[in-house]
Every structure is written in C-alpha cells, then in structure tokens.
C-alpha cells in the first residue's frame, strides 16, 4: 500500500508563510504526479497545485499561483508546498494526492488515486 503523510501545517497570520510536506512510502514515488488539494467543510475538495515526475512542469489554481510553490525531492520521496502571502482564505486542510498513470498534472480528484490524511491551515486575520 502506498502511505502518503503531510505535515507543516499550522497557524499562521495573515500575510505570514508555511511550507507543507508529504511524505511519501515505496520505492516508485518519482514514477507519479503528485498534486495537491485542500478542503473546507461544507465544501468541495479544491485543486491547488499539482507537478509532474520530475518536478519540471506544474500546475496551479489560479487562487495561488505566485503565492504558492509546489516542488518535489524524489531523493527523499517527499513532495513540498510552499505557501507565501497566505490569507485567511486559504484556510483548510491540505492533501497530497499520487496521479493515476492515465492523467497528467490533473486537476479533479478522480485524476488521483492515492491521497494522505490531510493537515490543517489555519490562516488568521
């Protein structure tokens, strides 16, 4: 089974900055695009960035581009996201997710088959 597991995440203020990690088992991790998602309750899971194998191409919701940076460590089997500007609005608990093979830096989360247990960010005013 392939276990994802994020962390980083935590309480910040408005305009302050936070990187996530996600943490990855297995030995096939540079073999996937990896993305990320967050979610607030009530709502729908939301797309927020997503890279491909290498980490030389990606994604980002229009929400975060130039604010937030995904990028990946396939040394160390483990995906970031660096979160600059944050604001309140960025509030949610944040997901990594593994691509399925068939899909490349998709956006929906039918694109993604395997997702870790999510980590909070809070984003105060």
């Known amino acids: 089974q392939v276990q994802l597991v994020e962390s980083g995440g935590g309480l910040v203020q408005a305009g302050g900055s936070l990187r996530l990690s996600c943490a990855a088992s297995?030995?096939?991790?540079?073999?996937?695009?990896m993305g990320w998602f967050r979610q607030v309750p009530g709502k729908e899971r939301e797309f927020v960035a997503a890279?491909?194998?290498?980490?030389?191409?990606?994604s980002y919701a229009d929400s975060v581009k130039g604010r937030f940076t995904i990028s990946r460590d396939n040394t160390k089997n483990t995906m970031y996201l660096q979160m600059n500007s944050l604001k309140p609005e960025d509030t949610a608990v944040y997901y990594c997710?593994?691509?399925?093979?068939?899909?490349?830096?998709?956006?929906?989360?039918?694109?993604?088959?395997?997702w870790g247990q999510g980590t909070q960010v809070t984003v105060s005013s």
């Open positions: 890279l491909s194998l290498s980490g030389a191409r990606t």
């Open positions: 297995g030995r096939t991790f540079s073999s996937y695009v």
């Open positions: 997710a593994r691509g399925r093979l068939e899909y490349d830096l998709g956006r929906r989360e039918e694109e993604y088959d395997y």
